[in-house]
């Protein structure tokens, strides 16, 4: 049998903490060279001005160690396992400390709440963090933040359409969400679009996509080319940079699929703002 790899939960959540700082201060390195990219393309004044002002931010923010935005989100921290390795101690606990104290050391935003519904009191630690563990056939273990705002996740969506929908119901749907709500996301976007699954695995594809990276092709042509379109279809909206109008409203649209019912179709969209904060690092 091959040989067990223990790591301990503290040099996990300490990795997150890390992680979790430089994602809310430092912007993800292809997203400013998409901004940077975007700017020598967009036609648009005012569209110029937008994208001027946030790579400016970006640089303020990187050199002053102060956040990107002011909304720094609730943290997502995904972390895959290889089938080798064995967690010792409890995750979540030290995860929520560690993102607890990054936090008050960092003097980021505190923005969870005890309870949607029944206690909307802060809970003055920005935790607890939303944690997801998968495991795999890696030989290492691969963990992500992500920093989300609540300007881009409530203009996110996820709809239950017909098989026979396909790529065109995928592209209607898209547009029409960038067309109502994609301004209040802060553009130019990064897209997730997560198919397959079930009604509650297909917004977590979504936001995994957003961890692809932006100038990157995938692997898979069809992914590849599906990429584009809605890329293109987004652009074409006109709405631009800020949504004051322009050519560029969004920067990439990611796509990861998966297998689901023979009737069924679900399609989710997470929007991820001009601010796309996350990071990804393995442990070997």
């Known amino acids: 049998?091959?040989?067990?790899?223990?790591?301990?939960?503290?040099?996990?959540?300490?990795?997150?903490?890390?992680?979790?700082?430089?994602?809310?201060?430092?912007?993800?390195?292809?997203?400013?060279?998409?901004?940077?990219?975007?700017?020598?393309?967009?036609?648009?004044?005012?569209?110029?001005?937008?994208?001027?002002?946030?790579?400016?931010?970006?640089?303020?923010?990187?050199?002053?160690?102060?956040?990107?935005?002011?909304?720094?989100?609730?943290?997502?921290?995904?972390?895959?396992?290889?089938?080798?390795?064995?967690?010792?101690?409890?995750?979540?606990?030290?995860?929520?400390?560690?993102?607890?104290?990054?936090?008050?050391?960092?003097?980021?935003?505190?923005?969870?709440?005890?309870?949607?519904?029944?206690?909307?009191?802060?809970?003055?630690?920005?935790t607890p963090v939303f944690l997801d563990i998968e495991y795999s056939q890696r030989d290492d273990i691969e963990v992500s933040v992500m920093l989300k705002g609540a300007g881009s996740d409530n203009a996110s969506r996820l709809v239950m359409l017909n098989p026979d929908e396909g790529v065109e119901g995928i592209k209607r749907e898209l547009v029409a969400l960038v067309r109502e709500k994609a301004s209040m996301a802060c553009p130019p976007l990064v897209i997730g679009v997560g198919v397959g699954g079930s009604f509650d695995k297909a917004p977590g594809l979504a936001k995994r996509a957003l961890l692809k990276p932006i100038n990157e092709v995938d692997n898979d042509e069809r992914v590849a080319a599906l990429e584009n379109e809605l890329l293109e279809a987004v652009n074409a909206t006109g709405m631009g940079p800020g949504g004051l109008g322009g050519d560029i409203t969004a920067l990439a649209v990611k796509v990861l699929t998966a297998p689901c019912h023979i009737a069924a179709f679900p399609v989710a969209i997470n929007m991820g703002c001009s601010a796309m904060r996350s990071r990804t690092a393995t442990i070997r």
Request: hydrophobic letters at 40%; proline letters at 2%.
């Open 1 to 126: 049998m091959p040989e067990v790899i223990i790591k301990s939960a503290e040099e996990i959540a300490s990795l997150v903490a890390d992680m979790v700082g430089e994602s809310a201060t430092v912007l993800r390195a292809d997203v400013r060279e998409g901004l940077s990219d975007a700017r020598k393309r967009e036609r648009s004044l005012r569209g110029k001005v937008v994208l001027d002002q946030l790579l400016k931010n970006a640089e303020i923010a990187s050199s002053d160690d102060v956040p990107i935005c002011q909304d720094t989100g609730t943290v997502w921290v995904r972390v895959e396992l290889g089938t080798r390795y064995h967690i010792e101690g409890d995750l979540k606990h030290a995860v929520n400390e560690a993102v607890e104290r990054v936090y008050r050391d960092k003097g980021l935003r505190m923005s969870v709440v005890r309870d949607a519904l029944f206690d909307r009191t802060n809970t003055q630690t920005n």
